[in-house]
């Protein structure tokens, strides 16, 4: 693992120091935030899970090397959209601190709240350069590492982390001190280890234990699939706020259904969804893009209801933007009557991501 310099003296000491404005997470406008997930979170989905009333959003991982090389890719990857009634962070990784010093302007340029660092990753490429998980094998040097950061950067900065690399190696407790010393906001924690990567159950256990053990706002995540996990989870541990990851592609309306201003039983259009997506999408990216994003929501959107496999294969044939949605609106007024698919957590949806 590289080992850039560790803590730079000279800088103001803006660790265990009170946000100027009061903690961050008091400005989060409910308790159930959008988990952040590559590929997904960009700046179009991000808006329409505000819309859809998400408490917090955070962007898929972007590469702080990608955006210090100034990678065209990299700098789309950053864009925010506004929303002064919004919190909305943008996650980075890397494994050298000067990186993320270097870049943070760039973040805040772009009108982001927070920098959030992905120390979760289980991916072998990541991790084989010492980014995402890799960094909560060693807390000592996790600690000076972001200390450095916290103290050259002027954003808020929160991480999202797992509990572990292995069973052997369940050092999250170490690295949530490590964040607490360092001056970080908060800290998300998907409740598995780097090995297990999306195997067995998040061990919200574990995350209780963590919560009683620090007074730095903790956040639950992992396998809320439905409003009561989402309670449960707040009140079995006592995290401050939970993430909704993968339950959230197939039921976008359970942020609302959380803070109680949908009732479950509302059977929401599906098709007004994809309509609106379409409109954030389409100034954005060229066509192949938006086709693959819209695709991907209507799939997502049809899971669990008859004939949702055949569906999934008629999405990935219309070549235009149009004839998708077309195609999707008959699909959707079809089961429009029919009840909202519940799903179970056990069951394997997504098995496999940056964090
Ligand atoms: C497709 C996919 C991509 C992901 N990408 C990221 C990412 O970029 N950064 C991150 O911190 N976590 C990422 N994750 C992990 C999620 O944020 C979350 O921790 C995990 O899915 C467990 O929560 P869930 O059961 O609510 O989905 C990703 C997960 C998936 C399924």
């Known amino acids: 693992m590289n080992r850039n310099a560790l803590v730079d003296e000279k800088k103001p000491d803006r660790t265990n120091a009170p946000a100027k404005n009061g903690r961050l997470i008091d400005r989060a406008r409910n308790a159930y935030w959008m988990a952040p997930m590559s590929g997904i979170t960009d700046v179009c989905y991000r808006q329409l899970m505000d819309e859809m009333g998400a408490g917090v959003l955070v962007s898929e991982l972007v590469s702080a090397k990608g955006l210090v090389f100034n990678s065209e890719k990299t700098r789309r990857m950053i864009k925010i959209h506004k929303n002064p009634g919004t919190l909305v962070g943008l996650q980075l990784f890397g494994d050298y601190a000067d990186d993320f010093i270097k870049v943070a302007h760039l973040v805040q340029e772009q009108g982001a709240d927070f920098l959030d660092i992905n120390l979760g990753c289980p991916v072998k490429k990541v991790v084989q350069k010492g980014c995402g998980s890799a960094l ?3 807390p000592a040097y996790l600690e000076s590492f972001l200390t450095k950061i916290r103290r050259n950067i002027d954003l808020p900065l929160t991480v999202k982390m797992r509990t572990g690399w292995n069973e052997q190696e369940l050092t999250i407790h170490e690295c949530v001190a490590a964040a607490q010393n360092a001056g970080c906001e908060w800290v998300a924690i998907h409740g598995r280890t780097r090995v297990q990567g999306y195997q067995g159950l998040a061990d919200w256990d574990l995350m209780a234990e963590v919560k009683q053990r ?6 639950g995540n992992g396998d809320i699939r439905d409003p009561d996990r989402a309670q ?10 939970v993430m909704i990851g993968r339950g959230a592609l197939r039921n976008p309306w359970i942020f609302k259904q ?6 479950e039983t509302l059977n929401p259009t599906r098709r007004a969804l994809l309509r609106r997506f379409h ?5 954005r990216y060229d066509t192949r893009r938006t086709l693959l994003y819209l695709r991907k929501l209507a799939v997502w959107l049809a899971f669990g209801y008859p004939g949702a496999a055949a569906f999934r294969g008629a999405m990935f044939q219309p070549p235009t933007t149009r004839e998708v949605l077309e195609r999707a609106e008959e699909y959707f007024t079809g089961v429009d009557d029919l009840p909202v698919p519940r799903f179970d957590e056990s069951e394997a949806f997504m098995m496999g991501g940056h964090g």
């Open 214 to 219: 620090t007074t730095l706002p903790i956040i």
């Open 258 to 263: 959380c803070t109680g201003e949908l009732r």
């Open 136 to 138: 909560m094998r060693d």
């Open 232 to 241: 449960s989870l707040l009140k079995e541990t006592g995290v401050d706020a």
């Open 279 to 283: 409109e954030l999408l389409n100034p």
